[in-house]
């Protein structure tokens, strides 16, 4: 698999003349062969691109070793510099993105870990980080996974209002009225007071489910009394 390419170098000696069969690179680093072939006399022309052998090792070789090689001739290379963690890995399901990697010639690895407000089955991190080149015949991409399953949402049907959003709060979520009710306290001192609340009938997620800590439960209610205040004697003069 070749990738893009990063860059090319040209390296020569001016030792004794070189002349016969191609010698053959295959396998070896530049610095093998600098040292195998210090006294030849040919120039390296050396490619470096992304490609899934051995890092750093020539794969590919121009004249083939063992063709006929002129004096002074040039042999064209190119060089694993192994396979590049691609970006956009973490956020995303663990599932799609070990497939894509394995695809790609790594071998991977997941830790599952309770990380906050990440769902469960979602990449946290990605070791090393995405951009690095590895060797994918020899190294492993690590993924740590979240296995957050979230807040189970508690059964709040019957609650007040305030008890509920109390309830909600101390699991690390919030409570949304989304139902319209007008609350507002009705009555004075001569007719009575009477107050009302909602009463919740409804949650979205409903109980049992889950969601992830500092998320917003959507609560439908009904208006109830909340309390009343009997009237009070209305002495003349005080208006109603």
């Known amino acids: 698999m070749i990738g893009r390419l990063l860059f090319c170098l040209v390296l020569g000696t001016a030792m004794p003349v070189f002349a016969g069969p191609a010698p053959d690179l295959l396998g070896k680093t530049l610095?093998?062969?600098?040292?195998?072939?210090?006294q030849a006399d040919f120039s390296l022309l050396v490619q470096q691109v992304e490609a899934a052998e051995p890092k750093g090792r020539v794969f590919l070789q121009?004249?083939?070793?063992?063709?006929?090689?002129?004096?002074?001739?040039?042999?064209?290379?190119r060089v694993s510099q192994g396979v590049m963690v691609p970006a956009g890995l973490a956020g995303r399901s663990a599932e799609t993105v070990a497939a894509e990697l394995e695809a790609r010639g790594?071998?991977?690895?997941?830790?599952?870990?309770?990380?906050?407000?990440i769902p469960d089955g979602?990449?946290?991190?990605?070791?090393?980080?995405?951009g690095t080149f590895l060797d994918a015949t020899q190294n492993v991409v690590f993924l740590q996974v979240s296995n957050d399953r979230g807040i189970e949402?508690?059964?709040?049907v019957g609650l007040r209002i305030g008890q509920a959003r109390d309830m909600l709060a101390a699991l690390g979520l919030r409570g949304e009225l989304v139902t319209?009710?007008?609350?507002?306290?009705i009555g004075s001192i001569c007719d009575g007071f009477t107050d009302f609340t909602a009463e919740i009938t409804a949650s979205d997620p409903p109980h049992g489910?889950?969601?992830l800590h500092g998320s917003t439960v959507r609560l439908e209610g009904k208006k109830v009394v909340s309390w009343?205040?009997?009237p009070e004697p209305c002495p003349g003069g005080i208006p109603r």
């Open 106 to 117: 790594f071998a991977v690895e997941r830790t599952s870990t309770l990380v906050l407000g």
């Open 228 to 230: 009343s205040m009997a």
């Open 209 to 211: 489910q889950y969601l």
């Open 62 to 77: 121009v004249p083939s070793p063992g063709a006929d090689m002129g004096e002074g001739a040039m042999v064209y290379v």
């Open 153 to 156: 949402i508690p059964n709040l």
């Open 122 to 130: 979602i990449v946290a991190a990605v070791i090393p980080e995405e």
């Open 31 to 38: 610095s093998e062969i600098g040292e195998d072939f210090a």
């Open 180 to 185: 319209k009710l007008d609350l507002s306290s």
